[in-house]
């Protein structure tokens, strides 16, 4: 029988999450009203959602587009790889901008989202900081402006905790005063999966609830809500804790399935099962089949992805024990991604900026 994905309660803001969610859950495994593409561009992945209206019922997500850059360069400090992930975050939001008919000469209102208090939710802010700001210039001093630069503003709006203001409305009153042509709000998001955790950037043209990725959802910031076009650049900071048991349970027995597979190699007990060279990956071949999960873990070792969530969730959140994680070097994680966020979104709004100088805003 189908199952609708609003019933599926684990949290996630990413659109490719959503939809691998719901091609689980489904008989026919079909997403009518869902694309879903896939493309390689260099060393770096990137895949594209697009939702209609059918798509956003079965989903639980916006109508629109959603691109998702595996950045994975952040997590192993590959300047390479980051300075790459940031020249593909520029052509995807020009590509985005275009589709959406803002011009050159747009003013643009960048809004860093989060609170600078709790490292995780500090993205927005962070990025902030490394945003090329020049409204000021058009306004004051039009006459240095060279070509090849449009109007941009910034501003860290705070959290409704710090400010007592409900951040829509912030962000409202400053669209009415200040009249951008559109907004690129920033935020931390979540993600149902460890390993998408600081190494995945999600753009869209489908605007964002503040607060996401600390499971504290405030009101939207969008076009329907603003009445200009709003896109959002988010990175999954932070986990909970059904999901780290989750994909804890998945890794032990997918651990278990390679070595009843290697045990009678001749070169396995020449390694110590301790002793790994280079990073290990997991993959879905590596799980055993369900009489071995089953001889493995019990009865929990054939539960279905949602059903195994659900039991977790049922177990942790009644104790206060679904905790919101994040890795202990989220320090320098959080500076290296706002490096790359800001580096490609100063290179998508000005034609004059392009990445090229991508290591002097690094640590």
Avoid: C
């Avoid at 896939?38 to 798509?55: A, H, K, L």
């Amino acid at each position: 029988m189908n199952k609708e994905i609003t019933n599926i309660q684990v949290r996630t803001d990413l659109a490719v999450e959503a939809r691998d969610m719901y091609v689980q859950e489904a008989d026919d495994k079909k997403t009518t009203g869902v694309t879903v593409k896939d493309r390689t561009i260099g060393n770096i992945n990137v895949s594209y959602v697009s939702i209609d209206n059918q798509g956003a019922k079965m989903l639980g997500k916006k109508a629109g587009t959603y691109i998702t850059i595996y950045a994975d360069g952040v997590k192993k400090q590959d300047t390479t790889k980051q300075h790459e992930a940031a020249e593909i975050l520029a052509e995807e939001l020009k590509s985005l901008l275009k589709l959406h008919n803002i011009k050159q000469e747009s003013t643009g209102l960048i809004v860093g989202l989060g609170n600078w208090n709790v490292t995780p939710d500090a993205l927005g802010p962070m990025s902030i900081e490394k945003i090329l700001v020049t409204n000021h210039l058009f306004q004051l001093e039009y006459e240095t402006v060279a070509a090849g630069y449009r109007p941009v503003a910034a501003i860290t709006p705070g959290v409704m905790g710090v400010t007592g203001m409900e951040t829509s409305d912030i962000i409202r009153g400053i669209v009415e005063k200040f009249k951008p042509d559109f907004i690129i709000a920033i935020d931390a998001l979540a993600s149902r999966s460890i390993e998408r955790i600081n190494e995945t950037i999600q753009l869209s043209d489908t605007g964002i609830h503040p607060g996401s990725g600390v499971g504290n959802k405030r009101k939207e910031l969008s076009k329907d809500t603003l009445g200009i076009p709003v896109f959002a650049v988010g990175v999954p900071t932070v986990v909970d804790a059904v999901t780290i048991t989750s994909d804890a349970i998945d890794f032990l027995l997918k651990h278990f399935g390679r070595e009843w597979k290697e045990k009678d190699k001749p070169s396995k007990s020449l390694v110590p099962a301790s002793l790994s060279f280079g990073e290990k990956k997991f993959k879905e071949t590596d799980l055993p089949d369900p009489k071995k999960r089953s001889a493995f873990l019990g009865m929990v070792g054939n539960l279905q992805e949602d059903e195994k969530r659900k039991l977790i969730a049922e177990v942790l959140t009644p104790i206060g024990h679904n905790l919101m994680v994040t890795p202990k070097e989220v320090d320098g994680f959080m500076i290296d991604m706002a490096t790359v966020l800001a580096s490609g979104i100063n290179a998508a709004l000005h034609e004059n900026v392009n990445t090229d100088n991508f290591s002097a805003y690094t640590r």
